[in-house]
């Protein structure tokens, strides 16, 4: 399938330019909004494509009523070129200089040199789906259960999915320890996302996974260490809810297929590179997330649950166990795994107590490749990180306006992108706020902040990962970062900016 896409679009980049190497004849006409040969213009498509079980669909999306627009580099200054929408899901911009520029999309910037820019988005479930203000509570009555645990951490919970819809979510019942049945009114379905309706003439349907506590081997001080699994399941039959009425859960789970996952997790490696992250940083935990992929496995879409989890202590030192998992799903689908440690980084802001913000490195991928060697970083942190030359790694009193942020390649891996965000740090209410971020290409190693971003008076800190994903093009379709499997990130945190 990639190799058809891409032979596509060399057809019709071939169609539309003769610095591709191809026959200089006419060739055919270019589809409509695609800019000519030699055009400045710049083309940006935005459609969601909705993955089912029949396949990718796609639909083009409203760019809604946020900023889009294209700003050139001269001087200091970042020049806007508007544009206009042509026909649904193509906005053109025109006479936009060739070389760099930045896109600006809602508080996203993509540092880009694309003619043809993508920011489509994949979706799991049919593109009809209806979402619901408030989503309803579950009525359970449930047989063959794994005797139930309810007065520990980790605990049993349930898991409900549905592929059709695009929906996860996350019960935890309060059944009797030791239960392997159990009925309840009004359960709490936790949703990722919003809720949405079911309909049953769609065929739509939802999986019941029950996931357990599993012990590893205690620790050398006696500290008991789980994990949790899939363990038990069974699928619902095509059913409607509109959110009126608690959604009738009622059947028998069974045992689920259960499968080893050896892993030689080199957790000292990513903590001996604490420093990486910014001169303070500390190695925090670390966890790991095995989770299923619906009808495919070359991009990771929708979000559908756990098939396990594990929380690892600093103390635990390196991993190298064998875990077992249960998987309910058809064998068409993949599974994607994800080891992230995690940093933390104080922050000051005068007056106030320290901030202490997580900053991550994370590798992800199939099982068979994060169990075919030993899990390392894949790429270090960016270094050098700086503003307008200054060290950004210490606190810095800086004005409003436009700033160049810099930084160097990192120690290990070769990126093939970066992305930067800036966020405002707040004590009252206490949090951050993300103000901007920004997605380029592994060859750039700079941008201007355009002015308007940094606001007097207020407190910013800046985070830069450095990615290595072979799939992804940061430059033509930044927003599918999300989807890539094989991955593997590293962050770099600023220090507290300061703005007068």
Wanted: charged share 15%.
């Amino acid at each position: 399938m990639k190799n058809h896409r891409l032979a596509l679009l060399t057809s019709l980049l071939c169609a539309t330019a003769t610095w591709m190497g191809c026959s200089d004849d006419s060739g055919p006409t270019p589809p409509p909004g695609m800019p000519d040969a030699g055009s400045n213009d710049v083309r940006v498509t935005l459609f969601t494509r909705h993955l089912t079980e029949s396949g990718l669909t796609r639909h083009p999306a409203d760019f809604g009523s946020g900023p889009l627009e294209a700003l050139i580099p001269e001087g200091e200054s970042l020049v806007p070129i508007t544009g206009a929408l042509k026909e649904p899901g193509v906005y053109v911009f025109p006479e936009v200089p060739q070389g760099t520029y930045y896109l600006h999309y809602g508080n996203t910037y993509l540092v880009t040199n694309s003619r043809d820019l993508d920011l489509g988005i994949n979706r799991l479930g049919r593109p009809d789906v209806v979402t619901l203000e408030r989503g309803p509570a579950a009525s359970l009555a449930l047989e063959g259960l794994e005797p139930w645990v309810d007065s520990t951490f980790p605990s049993s919970g349930l898991q409900f999915i549905s592929e059709q819809v695009g929906l996860a979510g996350a019960m935890y019942p309060a059944f009797a320890d030791g239960a392997t049945s159990g009925s309840a009114e009004d359960v709490s379905l936790s949703v990722a996302g919003a809720p949405v309706r079911f309909e049953q003439e769609k065929g739509d349907r939802a999986w019941v996974v029950q996931r357990q506590p599993r012990a590893l081997a205690p620790l050398p001080d006696g500290s008991s260490r789980e994990y949790t699994s899939a363990v038990r399941a069974f699928q619902l039959p095509p059913f409607s809810n509109d959110g009126s009425q608690p959604i009738r859960i009622q059947g028998t789970l069974q045992p689920v297929p259960t499968r080893e996952l050896p892993l030689d997790w080199r957790i000292s490696t990513f903590a001996a590179i604490a420093a990486e992250v910014h001169p303070t940083a500390t190695h925090a935990f670390s966890d790991f997330r095995l989770s299923p992929i619906p009808f495919t496995q070359a991009e990771w879409i929708g979000y559908s649950g756990e098939l396990l989890t594990f929380d690892h202590s600093n103390k635990a030192g390196d991993f190298n166990e064998t875990l077992v998992y249960g998987n309910p799903y058809p064998a068409n689908w993949g599974l994607v795994g994800e080891a992230i440690s995690y940093f933390t980084v104080p922050l000051d802001i005068p007056g106030t107590t320290p901030f202490r913000r997580l900053a991550r490195m994370s590798v992800r991928d199939q099982p068979s490749a994060l169990t075919a060697g030993p899990i390392r970083p894949r790429v270090g942190s960016p270094r050098g990180l700086s503003v307008d030359g200054a060290d950004a790694f210490t606190g810095l009193l800086i004005t409003p306006g436009s700033h160049v942020i810099q930084w160097q390649p990192p120690a290990s891996g070769s990126p093939n992108a970066y992305a930067v965000h800036v966020y405002q740090l707040r004590a009252s209410p206490r949090g951050t706020l993300l103000s901007a971020s920004f997605y380029m290409s592994g060859e750039t190693t700079s941008i201007r902040l355009p002015a308007g971003i940094l606001q007097s008076g207020a407190y910013y800190h800046l985070n830069v990962a450095a990615i290595v994903a072979p799939s992804y093009d940061a430059v033509n379709r930044p927003f599918v970062l999300t989807d890539t499997v094989s991955f593997g990130s590293a962050e770099a945190f600023s220090g507290v900016l300061t703005v007068q």
